[in-house]
């Protein structure tokens, strides 16, 4: 029975994923190891998500090296799954192929900020990914010790890739946020889209000008500051991010470089 019941999600996972049915003929066998397939294409654009799948292709396509795949699939069962179940927006399929990848990239269960800035450099190679890497690093490590737990990063991915619209503004305003005080400020906004542009790199990422950065945070920062004090609360970035359009749509740029 519950061999049925794993085919039928995992024909609606592929069928989301790609807007196609499977090439006829093809035919699956069921329970055998399969390549994390992901039900938006949003996430596929994720370079967290990206890392952690090319560490779990396989390099070619024979069955044996399946087979190794299949084992060690059952060997790596994340702790506390049911939980993280409920706590993500992931199904328990995802959950245990982003596991897979994440054991093997960080056999010790935890990510340093190191990781984060080889994870980055890799995908933006024409930049400087460095700072962002810090930032974005620190914006996963909630509890600030220099790590991040396997648990915190699939929660994390979770709300960035599929949660609602405030749950992604919360988690963008924490990463803004720099020192955690619970304010942004004018510097802690240039600071993260200078990050953001230094990683892109001046040459290859279009319309980007010198001045390109700080323009884009006085505007943002005239609109967010609603009551002229100087910092921007999370109250008043929800707020401003909500009703104006253009913040929304640059939001996708920071959507883009997750
Ligand atoms: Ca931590
Ligand atoms: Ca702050
Ligand atoms: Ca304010």
Redesign the pocket.
Known sequence: MQQADEKMVDGGLLGDANGVEPAPGRVKSSGKWQKPRFSRKALMKCCLVKWIIASTQPQDKDDSSDSDLELSTVRHQPEGLDQLQAQTKFTRKELQSLYRGFKNECPSGLVDEETFKTIYSQFFPQGDASTYAHFLFNAFDLDRNGSIRFEDFVIGLSVLLRGSVTEKLNWAFNLY?????????KE?MLAIMKSIYDMMGRYTYPCVKDDAPSEHVDKFFQKMDRNRDG?VTIEEFIETCQKDENIMNSMQLFENVI
């Open positions: 946020d720099i020192n955690k005080d619970g304010y942004i400020t802690e910092v």
